[in-house]
Every structure is written in C-alpha cells, then in structure tokens.
C-alpha cells in the first residue's frame, strides 16, 4: 500500500514550529552577545591592588638581568633609587642607636636587620607608619614613587628564594618569601659590585663568609661613605647571649683586630661589596 502526500495543513504546522525554534535561538545568541558586551571579559591580571601601585598591564613581567627579581620591581628612577637609599640607611642607623628594649623584636641576626630596613624602606612613610615604627625622621627622605610595599604582585613575599631567572609562574610557586637568611639575601636578591670598599655607596651591602662558623653567612650595611664611613649591623647570638646591634666606623673595621672582619681584597672570608637588586643598573 502507497502513501499519499501530507496533508498541507500537517505541513505547515511543522513549518511554524521550526520558525518558532529558529527565532528562540536568534533570541538566546543575540541576549548573549548583549551580556558580552555590557560584561566585558578581561585577562587574568597580574595580581596587584592599592594606591600607588602601576596596573598590572603596565607591570613589566620581564627580568632584563636574569637575577631573578622581576623588572616591576626595579627602582628606575633616579630620584626613587636616591629615596630608598636615604630610608633604607636611616632606618638602620635609628635600629642601631635606639636603646635595646626599644629595638624591633624582629632584628634578632644579621639577615633580620636587612629584611627589616629593605621592607620598611619600600612602604608608604606616612604619618601612621612613623607613629607605628617610632623611627625618628628630623626631614623626610622623599617617597618612592614608583611602588609601595606590599602593593605589588608579590604581595608580602618580597624575598627572592628559589634560583632562576624570574618568569611570571613565581608569583605563584613559592619562588618569593617573607624570610630571607644572609645566605638567601646575597645569592638570590644583591649583586656583587665590587671587592673594593671604597666602591661601596650608602646602603650598599657588606658580605662575610667566616668558615667554621655555626651560621657562617654575615652582612653589614654600608650607612655613610668617604672619610667618616659607617657601617651598621647585628652581631647575631653568641651561645646564650642574643648578639648587638653596631655602628662603627668603616675606618675601624679596616682595622679590625680580628683579620677576617676587614672589608679587605685579601680577606677571603670578605665576599665584597654588593647591591640590591631592585638598584640593578644604577650607578
């Protein structure tokens, strides 16, 4: 048995029905193009956040010295370099002149001294944050312009602890820390400038390997330069005793009557002058 043609009323309904399921889709695809456009989908930013800070587009991801500090985190301007070296050595010198039970409980070694004058020299100096420290500043520094501890995509992770050159995975793998030992600070976050002391320029580093040590890895900042030097630092515990914070004058340490403490070229326990990373190719 043949079938006969449909009906043209069957056809039709059929007909109706596919427009009414092609004008559904037009008005779905069409609603979310709208929502695109009044919800604009942006690509993952560098996390940064907080007055001062650059956007994340304008953050340079990049590590032109492969050092492994990011270059967002380089003080390029001359001014910024010139601010963070004045709050950097004065914080040191107010930690070493201030009476024991006012120091800051977290200066407890050399490398703690350090971790404590490079922070605190990156924050925003306000009124609140001289306050809080008690830091006695008679004239401002200037501000670093540039960026604001901890305003940046690290965060409170500061310290450079992982070997490598920096790629933006870092942000993200525990390459950046809160704590830095002596050892961490020198290979991972300075360069070395020179073995020469007179090379050094106010807060510049002085590094100490003293073999035999049981913590062999010692640092000093360079405070002050040309005939009245100053250098500042923790002398560490010593057995039970809790160590010394000390400013002395470079002249003296040239004449330490302990050989291995001379900032010497013939000294081998004396790893030479060195230099923050974020100063990287400054003068």
């Not at 995975?169 to 007179?198: C, I, M, P």
């Not at 010692?218 to 010394?244: C, K, L, Q, W």
Request: proline fraction near 9%; aromatic fraction near 10%; charged fraction near 20%.
């Amino acid at each position: 048995m043949t079938r006969g043609p449909r009906s043209p009323g069957r056809s039709l309904g059929l007909g109706f029905a596919l427009i009414v399921v092609l004008a559904l889709l037009v008005v779905l695809v069409l609603t979310w193009l709208f929502w695109l456009a009044a919800h604009p989908q942006h690509p993952r930013p560098i996390r940064s956040s907080g007055p001062g800070v650059a956007h994340a587009a304008a953050m340079n991801p990049g590590d032109r010295f492969g050092d492994g500090t990011p270059d967002f985190l380089r003080l390029t301007d001359p001014a910024d370099q010139a601010a963070f070296r004045r709050w950097f050595t004065l914080i040191a010198e107010d930690a070493a002149i201030r009476p024991r039970a006012d120091i800051p409980p977290e200066i407890t070694d050399c490398a703690s001294l350090l971790r404590y004058a490079y922070r605190e020299s990156l924050r925003r100096h306000d009124e609140k944050w001289i306050t809080t420290t008690g830091v006695a500043v008679t004239a401002l520094p200037g501000e670093i312009s540039e960026w604001h501890y901890p305003d940046t995509p690290l965060g409170q992770a500061l310290f450079r602890v992982q070997p490598g050159r920096f790629v933006v995975s870092d942000l993200e793998d525990g390459a950046f820390a809160q704590f830095a030992d002596a050892k961490t600070l020198v290979e991972r976050n300075a360069f070395l400038v020179s073995r020469d002391v007179r090379s050094a320029l106010p807060g510049d580093l002085l590094f100490y390997r003293q073999f035999g040590h049981a913590s062999p890895w010692h640092s000093m900042i360079v405070t002050r330069i040309v005939s009245d030097g100053v250098v500042v630092y923790h002398t560490g515990p010593d057995h039970d005793a809790p160590g010394e914070l000390r400013r002395v004058l470079l002249a003296d340490l040239l004449d330490h009557p302990q050989p291995e403490w001379r900032p010497l070229p013939g000294n081998p326990n004396f790893l030479g002058v060195y230099r923050w990373n974020i100063l990287r190719g400054t003068s």
